[in-house]
């Protein structure tokens, strides 16, 4: 069927402008009244490639041309130039650096593997969307080629078909990461899932196109947090093709602080702690006030002008791995374990298992462009804010053992001091606290003790040695 048309001539000139109903896309489809395409050789499997390579037009780029417009200032775009600029370029490069059976849902030889056509070369839409030819003499619904937001941890599915392996290892590194698996107790729930599934937080952003995996999607199968959902496939205005900034000081509008703000702040009518507070926490704003604190409280590590990147500076870190004896290239860590201090494996690689001492933990990311001076400076520094934060918290949970269990009632409708003074302490207690806002956590924790003491007329908080509440601190025997 396919190979009966040769091209799609004198189609109507037809500009379709984003469905007024629905108004949450801007996609404009258009027709052009002229051939698009040479005839595709039979051998790439219905693949159609450049339009005109010279100008970078994309065959589907005729039509969806906002699409074509983003993606040519991709890096995508470049990949087989700077592929050939390496001065690496060999037949073992080309599958990554082109249109073939990587990212999409074909398999075997096809486009640029097949044909070696100069009109396969990069990383065009049909990479992820998989053959127009049927769509593109044919463009409905049913023909529609849809890319794939799943990345199979078995690196065959998707965006971790390319980027994967020692020198680009991001879905090597996310799959062992927290946003390759799900909360089991929070996929299902329709309020939890705007942060908990891939999917949801896409729809929660108004990103309600279609994919490969959507019509299979429900109760019990669900996207975790894939690479799609923290980039734009397409690009757009954030470096990386991010779909928002990382130095952007806003709950609404920083990419990780999107999720990373659930209960930064008590909710009164639930007895729930601290849920993923780290965006207020950062930002200064998280936690119980008793009456009287004024802030603001924000540390070096939340202050854009210091610190650009924000989460992303500290859990998103870039570093090479080379062999100790010989300086050999090793690896290429690229951050997307997410983890801000990894442990690290025999060869220096950073790994997800997290059960190690400070002294085995790389603190790489902390160093550099006017940041600590040296990995051993983080590591004090952090082992410093995690003492001090332990001891604070040991004087609390001493005083909050001698206020009334009334005092801690769900069902009571009064939000008390004590329950102010619980949550400030549980959110000291989480990992990170210590090193995402020293000052807050300190003020919240001094401020409560006080509240604490004045209200239920305690004194003298002991002079309590210092209990290992970290498990650093546990690890370490500091
Ligand atoms: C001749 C014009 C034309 C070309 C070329 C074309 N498309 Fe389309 N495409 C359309 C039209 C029109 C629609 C909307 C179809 C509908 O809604 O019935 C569409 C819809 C789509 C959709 C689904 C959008 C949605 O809202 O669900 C995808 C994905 C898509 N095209 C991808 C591609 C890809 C990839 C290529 C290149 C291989 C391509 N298109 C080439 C005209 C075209
Ligand atoms: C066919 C292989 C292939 C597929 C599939 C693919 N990529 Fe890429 N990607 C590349 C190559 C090659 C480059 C580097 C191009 C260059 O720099 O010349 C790249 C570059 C990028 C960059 C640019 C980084 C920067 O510094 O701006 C991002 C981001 C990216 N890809 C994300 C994705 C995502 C997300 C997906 C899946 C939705 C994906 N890629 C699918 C091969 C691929
Ligand atoms: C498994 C897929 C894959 C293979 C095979 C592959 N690359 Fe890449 N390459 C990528 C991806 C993905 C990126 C983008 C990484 C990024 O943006 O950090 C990339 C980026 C690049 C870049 C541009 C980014 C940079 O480092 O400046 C060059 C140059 C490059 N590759 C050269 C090569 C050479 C040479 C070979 C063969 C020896 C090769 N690649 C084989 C996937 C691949
Ligand atoms: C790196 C992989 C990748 C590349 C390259 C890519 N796409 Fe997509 N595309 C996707 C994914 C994944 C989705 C669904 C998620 C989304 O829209 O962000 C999608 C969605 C779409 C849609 C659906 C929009 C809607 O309204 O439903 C269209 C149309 C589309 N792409 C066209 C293109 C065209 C045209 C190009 C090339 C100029 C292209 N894509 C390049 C992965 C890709
Ligand atoms: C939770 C959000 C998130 C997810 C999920 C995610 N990334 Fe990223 N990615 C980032 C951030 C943030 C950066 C930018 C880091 C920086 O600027 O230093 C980045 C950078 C990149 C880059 C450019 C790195 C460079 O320096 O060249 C590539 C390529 C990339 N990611 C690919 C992927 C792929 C492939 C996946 C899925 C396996 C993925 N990302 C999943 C957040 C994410
Ligand atoms: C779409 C929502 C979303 C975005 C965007 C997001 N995260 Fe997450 N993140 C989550 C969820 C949900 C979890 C918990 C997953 C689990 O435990 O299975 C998580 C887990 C984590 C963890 C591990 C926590 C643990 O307990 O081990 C870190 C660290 C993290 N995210 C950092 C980041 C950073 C940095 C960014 C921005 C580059 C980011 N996240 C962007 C939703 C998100
Ligand atoms: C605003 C975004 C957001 C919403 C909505 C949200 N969460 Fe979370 N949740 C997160 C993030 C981000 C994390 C990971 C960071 C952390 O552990 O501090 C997380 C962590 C969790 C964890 C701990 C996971 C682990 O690693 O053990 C559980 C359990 C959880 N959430 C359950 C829920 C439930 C149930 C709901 C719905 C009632 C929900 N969440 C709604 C953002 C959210
Ligand atoms: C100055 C560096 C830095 C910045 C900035 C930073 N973090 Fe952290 N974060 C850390 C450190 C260090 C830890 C502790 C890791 C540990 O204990 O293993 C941590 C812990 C975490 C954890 C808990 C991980 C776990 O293993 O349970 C999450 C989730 C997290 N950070 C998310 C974020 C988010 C989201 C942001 C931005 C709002 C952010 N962080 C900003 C350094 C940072």
């Not at 924000?310 to 100790?324: I, K």
């Not at 302490?425 to 604490?452: Q, T, W």
Request: hydrophobic residues 35%; glycine residues 8%.
């Amino acid at each position: 069927m396919r190979n009966q048309f040769n091209r799609v001539a004198a189609l109507p000139l037809l500009v379709l402008a984003a469905s007024a109903i629905s108004g949450c896309v801007d996609q404009k489809v258009v027709y052009r009244d002229r051939a698009l395409f040479e005839n595709p050789p039979s051998a790439a499997d219905s693949f159609l490639g450049y339009s005109d390579q010279s100008s970078k037009l994309v065959v589907c780029g005729n039509c969806h041309v906002e699409k074509q417009a983003e993606w040519v200032q991709t890096k995508h775009a470049s990949a087989w130039a700077d592929l050939q600029a390496s001065g690496h370029a060999q037949s073992s490069c080309e599958p990554c650096h082109s249109v073939s059976s990587n990212g999409n849902l074909t398999t075997g030889d096809v486009g640029y593997t097949a044909t070696g056509d100069a009109r396969y070369q990069d990383v065009q839409c049909e990479s992820c969307h998989g053959p127009g030819l049927e769509h593109v003499t044919n463009p409905t619904i049913q023909t529609e080629p849809l890319a794939p937001l799943s990345v199979g941890t078995d690196l065959t599915t998707g965006c971790g078909e390319c980027h994967q392996g020692a020198h680009e290892p991001f879905v090597d590194e996310w799959a062992q990461s927290a946003h390759s698996t799900l909360v089991s107790v929070a996929a299902d729930r329709a309020e939890c899932q705007s942060c908990h599934t891939g999917e949801g937080a896409l729809a929660a952003w108004g990103v309600r196109t279609n994919f490969a995996e959507k019509a299979s999607l429900g109760t019990g199968n669900h996207l975790p947090i894939v690479c799609g959902v923290c980039h734009d496939p397409h690009g757009g205005p954030n470096a990386h093709q991010l779909r928002y900034p990382l130095d952007d000081p806003s709950l609404d509008n920083n990419l990780c602080m999107k999720c990373h703000q659930r209960n930064g702040n008590p909710d009164p009518t639930s007895s729930r702690g601290p849920h993923s507070p780290q965006g207020p926490l950062l930002l200064g704003t998280a936690g119980w006030w008793p009456p009287g604190l004024t802030g603001p409280f924000v540390g070096t590590h939340g202050t854009p002008s210091a610190n650009p990147q924000l989460c992303a500076r500290c859990h998103v870190s870039r570093f090479t791995v080379t062999d100790a004896a010989t300086g050999d290239f090793q690896f290429q860590a690229t951050g997307h374990l997410f983890v801000a201090i990894p442990c690290l494996d025999s060869i220096g690689e950073p790994t997800a298992n997290d059960n190690c001492t400070m002294a085995q933990r790389t603190f790489a990311a902390c160093t550099g462009s006017g940041c600590h001076a040296s990995q051993d400076v983080a590591r004090s520094a952090m082992a410093t804010a995690e003492a001090r934060t332990a001891q604070l918290i040991t004087q609390i949970d001493t005083l909050l053992a001698q206020v009334p269990s009334t005092e801690f009632s769900t069902t009571d409708n009064r939000y008390t001091v004590a329950e102010g003074a619980k949550f400030n302490r549980d959110l000291a207690a989480m990992a990170g606290a210590p090193v995402h806002n020293p000052f807050l956590v300190e003020s919240l924790l001094i401020a409560s003790i006080n509240a604490l003491e004045t209200t239920y007329n305690l004194s003298g908080s002991p002079n309590v040695s210092l209990k290992p509440m970290f498990k650093h601190l546990a690890t370490n025997g500091n």
